[in-house]
């Protein structure tokens, strides 16, 4: 399968950014340039994600995706959650809010969002987190849909590829946001440093479509990718400063300012691994954050909102690739003709 079978003209694709920066204008603007644009359904209740799909099919008519949380087993540790609730205390002072008291599991509404991924019969229906069942996989495939399924090992691939998936999107370390890791790798194995080398192993493993993903951010970037074998590159960071992304002006700002010196890898936020741009609550509260996700999530994110309003971007998740240094203000569309331009000069 090739990006022209998905009906899209170039190997570019808008990465589902949960939290704000996946909006309908930014989907349609770049699936309407020639790219794949997608939303992001994780923290948004089900009829919001129908209102958005409606909203991009007002806007466009070209294919664009819709991304979903799995939910993993339902686990929790509440005497580790109680002491890092315990440990915010002084953030909660210090921002004027009261923490919830006993943050819960859920599976951010996974049912009713499979429902509405197949009744809107979306053109791309992207998973993160796990692999859909192999029942949903194939309800999907049934109303048109391509499925897509993130991995980080050539394990998952080859787990993606069991259940169902039409494509494999491969997330290198360098990505900003949540890494996906729903199976561990051996003890001996680490990602490679180099994005190519991680989508040559996923070749190895899976005899899928390959989308690469993580830190991307030029044309020339995604020319590596595609001659390493993707179908296309994936870029979420190089569109967080378009005018259509729904990240906050105080993320946007911060992806510029000189201040942040550079991403890390944390857990404080969530409870889930993911990189951003290193920060205060980062560095205070690392060692502390329990992996229990989204019970960290529901615990930190009244802070997190709080810290925007004040315009405080030392408590905010500010996700970003490695890559962030070079992102661009453009429009999505400008951006998408731009990095057109990027990957025809490298690949000349």
Known sequence: MSVAALGV??????????????????????????????????????????????AVRERTDRPFGVSVFVPGPETADDAALALYRKELSGEAERYGLTLPESPAWDDDEWDAKVELLVAERVPVA????????????????????????????????????????????VQGPGAGGHQTAFLPPPPSWAPPAALTDLVAQVRGAADVPLVAAGGLMDGADIAAVLDAGAV??????????????????????????????????????????????????MA???????????????????????AAAQSDPEAMALWAGDGYRRGRELPAARLVEVLVEEIEAARR
């Open 9 to 54: 003209e170039h190997p570019i694709i808008q990465a589902p950014m949960a939290g704000g920066g996946s909006t309908p204008a930014l989907a349609a603007a770049v699936s309407s340039a020639g790219g794949l644009g997608f939303l992001a359904a994780g923290y948004r209740t089900a009829a919001d994600v129908r209102d958005e799909i409606a």
């Open 126 to 169: 992207g998973f993160t987190f796990g692999c859909p069942p192999p029942e949903v996989a194939a309800r999907l495939r049934e109303v048109g849909s391509v499925v897509f399924v993130m991995v980080n090992t050539p394990w998952e691939a080859e787990a993606a590829a069991e259940a169902g998936a039409d494509v494999i999107c």
């Open 232 to 281: 296309a590159g994936q870029l979420g960071t190089a569109f967080l400063r378009t005018p259509e992304s729904g990240a906050h002006p105080v993320h946007k700002a911060a992806l510029a300012d000189p201040h942040f010196t550079g991403t890390a890898f944390t857990t404080a936020f969530s409870g889930r691994t993911a990189r951003g741009l290193a920060n205060r609550f």
């Open 284 to 306: 205070e509260h690392e060692a502390g954050a329990p992996r229990c996700y989204p019970q960290v999530h529901h615990l930190t994110k009244g802070l997190r909102r709080a």
